[in-house]
């Protein structure tokens, strides 16, 4: 698999959770600001650098959001 095929593999995760950010959280710029923080449900990540790692990590990254969508905020 070349450079190429990672990197829109990368954009494609991203976009998902974007989408899923911005139903979740209400906003565009609210849905970047929680990408781009230390999440505690996340060990203190942040989840922009999730995202990209493996689809793993991107399904934990959702599940935090969707607990978010049901009122879970730990």
Same mark, same amino acid.
């Given at each position: 698999?070349?450079?190429?095929?990672?990197?829109?593999?990368?954009?494609?995760?991203?976009?998902?959770?974007?989408?899923?950010?911005?139903? @979740?959280?209400? *906003?565009?710029? =609210?849905?970047? +600001?929680? !990408?781009?923080?230390?999440?505690?449900?996340?060990? $203190?990540?942040?989840?922009i650098?999730? @995202?990209?790692? *493996?689809?793993? =990590?991107?399904? +934990?990254? !959702?599940?935090?959001?969707?607990r978010?969508?049901? $009122?879970?905020?730990?």
């Open positions: 698999m070349g450079m190429l095929d990672d990197d829109a593999k990368e954009a494609e995760r991203f976009s998902a959770v974007l989408k899923v950010a911005v139903d @979740v959280l209400g *906003s565009s710029v =609210v849905a970047h +600001e929680w !990408l781009a923080s230390p999440i505690p449900a996340l060990r $203190g990540a942040r989840p650098e999730l @995202v990209v790692a *493996s689809e793993q =990590v991107l399904r +934990e990254v !959702l599940t935090t959001l969707g978010l969508d049901h $009122g879970v905020y730990s």
